[in-house]
């Protein structure tokens, strides 16, 4: 029992540190070419966080567990955008550019109704529909590659002054995400441990270490983005790292796996509209008024109690 407590609080010391280096390298990045936190968060970073989630849905693809796979993809989403997005916006809320915000938007609104059409029609994913997917995946990071260039500053242009050198803050997102990745599996593996000896039931360990170790790489990411007061950062994470849950994960899942993935009836009455109704909450009255507010954060609370009462409930 000593052991696993030891590995626990190491896991914890790696979840903290790792997030501190993770965002003092995305930062420096954004700075250092002129390019606006958001879309740095929306693909360098979200890559990074997303990691966890790739390897929880291929895994259980390859095993015959595809319901694990989808679920896993949605269930992310909704916990992005209801739980982790809350915590920002209710804590630091702030202005944004609509312009920026634009593309990520659009690809998750595209994305997620291609699901439920998916979805309501078929009930099940299929390789070609991973396919599609996955073409989806590439469009994005080709157009929002070259919306960075066109914002990052020329040469001797508007790039603001940050210490220290281009591969030194490569490294500081590199280790950042490694020591994210390790805190993350000691912290849930240990956590499990643990709550087993004291007797916790399984059930409750499945809806909290395990559901939350999957998305503790956008918690800690976006925590830190917080203290550090790089709220667009946080934001731009946890719409990048939605966006490759719908046109990443489930993709590769349905590709490594030797059958179709099926769409359970509670997901389609139950995810999907929580999914669409969170990514509404969270953008559309920011794309209008140019800033979020505290409200918004509120809402996406209530809005996830209400989820998980009515997933426990089914």
């Not at 269930?75 to 990520?104: E, M, Q, W």
């Not at 390789?127 to 929002?144: N, P, Q």
Request: a neutral charge; hydrophobic letters at 55%.
């Amino acid at each position: 029992m000593v052991i696993p407590v030891i590995l626990f609080c190491i896991g914890l010391v790696c979840l903290i540190k790792g997030g501190d280096w993770f965002v003092d390298g995305a930062v420096n990045i954004a700075h250092r070419f002129g390019v606006p936190e958001l879309l740095v968060g929306a693909t360098v970073v979200s890559i990074g966080t997303t990691l966890p989630e790739v390897m929880v849905s291929a895994t259980s693809a390859l095993e015959g567990h595809g319901e694990i796979a989808y679920g896993n993809a949605i269930g992310s989403v909704i916990c992005n955008a209801a739980l982790i997005a809350a915590v920002t916006i209710a804590v630091r809320p702030g202005k944004l550019d609509p312009k920026t915000l634009r593309l990520p938007v659009f690809f998750f609104f595209a994305a997620a109704v291609f699901y439920a059409a998916i979805a309501y029609t078929t009930g099940y994913f299929s390789r070609l529909t991973g396919v599609i997917l996955l073409a989806g995946f590439a469009v994005y990071m080709a157009v929002t590659i070259l919306q960075i260039k066109r914002a990052s500053a020329p040469a001797g242009g508007g790039g603001q002054a940050v210490e220290g050198s281009l591969p030194k803050d490569l490294g500081l997102l590199a280790v950042g995400a490694a020591l994210i990745a390790l805190g993350a599996k000691l912290l849930v593996d240990n956590g499990i441990i643990i709550a087993q000896a004291l007797g916790v039931p399984e059930s409750v360990i499945a809806l909290t270490f395990i559901a939350l170790g999957t998305s503790l790489p956008e918690l800690v990411t976006t925590v830190t983005a917080i203290a550090k007061r790089q709220s667009a950062l946080s934001i731009g994470n946890i719409l990048g790292a939605n966006i490759l849950d719908l046109t990443l994960i489930l993709p590769m899942s349905a590709l490594v796996s030797g059958e179709a993935l099926p769409i359970a009836p509670v997901s389609s009455a139950v995810d999907l509209p929580a999914c669409l109704l969170v990514g509404c909450i969270a953008v559309i009255p920011a794309m209008v008024s140019a800033r979020f507010q505290r409200w918004q954060g509120a809402a996406l609370l209530a809005v996830y109690g209400g989820y998980l009462f009515l997933t426990c409930r089914a």
